[in-house]
């Protein structure tokens, strides 16, 4: 497999150094992607740089994830319009241990291959550097007219709400490209990979390599993945799309990619997915031919669910996707574990009983009309019935007069009652 030409019908090459895909060709290449450590897990805003490594492993070349200990104390300046804070050791240590089994689900550690991939942490070659040896052996090697060049650094000194920029961020360049360095010369790294923000972050690392012990290194990024409306991929009203499930459940990671847009499902299908172009194109035409049955979105939400997940929570994710779009049963529903059934059912009207009153047991009809306002009178409630349009629990009620006890309860506290096809309400018993 040619890496570059797999990334390149993925439409994932931003920028690419002359002489890279020469060097790929030629040899077993190692090369790195930086990861920030500021969290304990990824959120999807990574998986195109873990995507990049995972292909880079499939080629035949031995990816290196860098966790950035030591410039996570420092953060990144690139397109970012304030100073971040800063994280003491045993947390970086406690996010880098988190990060390695997240990548862990995309990445061979545990091959005996040459390819096998590495999981570092600069911090481990930067902590004992004193400042007067970085200043004597790196510093010296990078003018101060070519960091001011980066456009990372001119952005920010130029931005209209900026503060200006700390010499501790300015320096944040010199480390990464320390860190090429460093890596090129004990690992025999000459490839370094990331976002299109990253370029200027990254080829300062290969002038470094150039400059100080005349080596040739090479670098290629992607470009800032967006939705189709020019919007920031990644982020949700509540924030980032996180792969840790105590951030993002398994449901809620699948309903994301379930519903991102025809466009988007084209473009994001290419990139989080190392499906081959022959399967794409086939979907892609399954789209065109009955866009209504969104087979993109479907084989993508999938796709990348159970990678990141397993395929237990991605079933898990399809049955209760089922239980609002779908004909599901009282025995799916009955299934659910609560946190995942409160965000099936997010946003829907709630009512709160008494478990009193269940206790003894109330009739249907007495129960959404006068305990939970679900129809405005029992005239309507029986008509409804009569008609088949009442659900308790995804089961037909066949009587209005039916008595609902704590029998009904689901996980002991709920009851799903679904008024027509589409109008569902949670009672909640406490």
Same mark, same amino acid.
């Given at each position: 497999m040619n890496f570059v030409e797999e990334l390149r019908w993925? @439409?994932?090459?931003?920028e690419i150094m002359p002489g890279t895909e020469e060097q790929l060709q030629k040899e077993l290449t190692s090369g790195y992607v930086g990861i920030d450590p500021t969290a304990?897990?990824?959120? $999807?805003?990574?998986l195109v740089s873990v995507m990049i490594l995972k292909h880079f492993q499939r080629a035949g070349h031995r990816p290196i994830?860098?966790?950035?200990?030591? *410039? @996570?104390?420092?953060?990144?300046?690139?397109?970012?319009?304030?100073?971040?804070?800063?994280l003491d050791e045993e947390t970086l240590r406690h996010n880098q241990e988190a990060i390695k089994k997240q990548l862990a689900k995309f990445l061979d550690f545990e091959s005996d291959k040459p390819n096998a991939a590495l999981l570092v942490n600069n911090y481990d070659w930067m902590k004992? $550097?004193?400042?007067?040896?970085? $200043?004597?052996?790196? @510093?010296?090697?990078i003018t101060v007219n070519y960091m001011m060049a980066k456009d990372s650094v001119k952005k920010r000194l130029s931005g209209e709400s900026s503060? @200006?920029?700390?010499? *501790?961020?300015?320096?944040y360049q010199l480390m990464q490209g320390y860190d090429y360095l460093h890596l090129y010369s004990d690992y025999g790294c000459k490839i370094q990979m990331g976002g299109s923000d990253q370029w200027g972050n990254i080829t300062t690392g290969s002038e470094l390599i150039r400059r100080k012990v005349g080596g040739e290194a090479f670098a290629l990024v992607c470009p800032l993945i967006t939705k189709a409306d020019g919007t920031k991929f990644g982020k949700t009203e509540s924030g980032n799309v996180w792969l840790e499930r105590r951030y993002t459940s398994p449901y809620k990671f699948y309903q994301f990619w379930l519903n991102v847009s025809d466009a988007d499902a084209e473009k994001y299908i290419k990139i989080f997915t190392a499906l081959s172009k022959d399967e794409i194109d086939a979907l892609v035409k399954e789209q065109e031919a009955a866009p209504h049955l969104r087979p993109l979105q479907k084989r993508l939400a999938k796709e990348i669910t159970v990678m990141v997940h397993s395929v237990e929570d991605y079933e898990a994710a399809v049955s209760a996707s089922n239980i609002l779009f779908g004909n599901s049963t009282a025995d799916e529903l009955k299934s659910l574990d609560e946190e995942t059934l409160l965000q099936v059912f997010e946003g829907v009207p709630q009512f709160e009983i008494s478990k009193d009153e269940l206790s003894a047991g109330i009739k249907a009809i007495d129960l959404l009309t006068e305990k939970a306002s679900v129809f405005p009178s029992k005239g309507e409630m029986r008509k409804t019935t009569q008609a088949g349009g009442v659900m308790i629990n995804k089961a037909k009620l066949e009587d209005q007069d039916t008595l609902i006890d704590a029998s009904y309860l689901i996980g002991g506290k709920y009851i799903l009652a679904q008024k027509g096809k589409k109008n569902y309400f949670l009672l909640i018993v406490k």
């Amino acid at each position: 497999m040619n890496f570059v030409e797999e990334l390149r019908w993925r @439409g994932m090459i931003q920028e690419i150094m002359p002489g890279t895909e020469e060097q790929l060709q030629k040899e077993l290449t190692s090369g790195y992607v930086g990861i920030d450590p500021t969290a304990d897990s990824l959120h $999807i805003g990574h998986l195109v740089s873990v995507m990049i490594l995972k292909h880079f492993q499939r080629a035949g070349h031995r990816p290196i994830a860098l966790v950035g200990g030591a *410039t @996570g104390m420092i953060g990144d300046p690139s397109m970012k319009s304030q100073e971040r804070k800063l994280l003491d050791e045993e947390t970086l240590r406690h996010n880098q241990e988190a990060i390695k089994k997240q990548l862990a689900k995309f990445l061979d550690f545990e091959s005996d291959k040459p390819n096998a991939a590495l999981l570092v942490n600069n911090y481990d070659w930067m902590k004992d $550097i004193s400042f007067l040896e970085f $200043i004597r052996d790196i @510093g010296k090697h990078i003018t101060v007219n070519y960091m001011m060049a980066k456009d990372s650094v001119k952005k920010r000194l130029s931005g209209e709400s900026s503060e @200006g920029m700390s010499f *501790t961020e300015f320096s944040y360049q010199l480390m990464q490209g320390y860190d090429y360095l460093h890596l090129y010369s004990d690992y025999g790294c000459k490839i370094q990979m990331g976002g299109s923000d990253q370029w200027g972050n990254i080829t300062t690392g290969s002038e470094l390599i150039r400059r100080k012990v005349g080596g040739e290194a090479f670098a290629l990024v992607c470009p800032l993945i967006t939705k189709a409306d020019g919007t920031k991929f990644g982020k949700t009203e509540s924030g980032n799309v996180w792969l840790e499930r105590r951030y993002t459940s398994p449901y809620k990671f699948y309903q994301f990619w379930l519903n991102v847009s025809d466009a988007d499902a084209e473009k994001y299908i290419k990139i989080f997915t190392a499906l081959s172009k022959d399967e794409i194109d086939a979907l892609v035409k399954e789209q065109e031919a009955a866009p209504h049955l969104r087979p993109l979105q479907k084989r993508l939400a999938k796709e990348i669910t159970v990678m990141v997940h397993s395929v237990e929570d991605y079933e898990a994710a399809v049955s209760a996707s089922n239980i609002l779009f779908g004909n599901s049963t009282a025995d799916e529903l009955k299934s659910l574990d609560e946190e995942t059934l409160l965000q099936v059912f997010e946003g829907v009207p709630q009512f709160e009983i008494s478990k009193d009153e269940l206790s003894a047991g109330i009739k249907a009809i007495d129960l959404l009309t006068e305990k939970a306002s679900v129809f405005p009178s029992k005239g309507e409630m029986r008509k409804t019935t009569q008609a088949g349009g009442v659900m308790i629990n995804k089961a037909k009620l066949e009587d209005q007069d039916t008595l609902i006890d704590a029998s009904y309860l689901i996980g002991g506290k709920y009851i799903l009652a679904q008024k027509g096809k589409k109008n569902y309400f949670l009672l909640i018993v406490k």
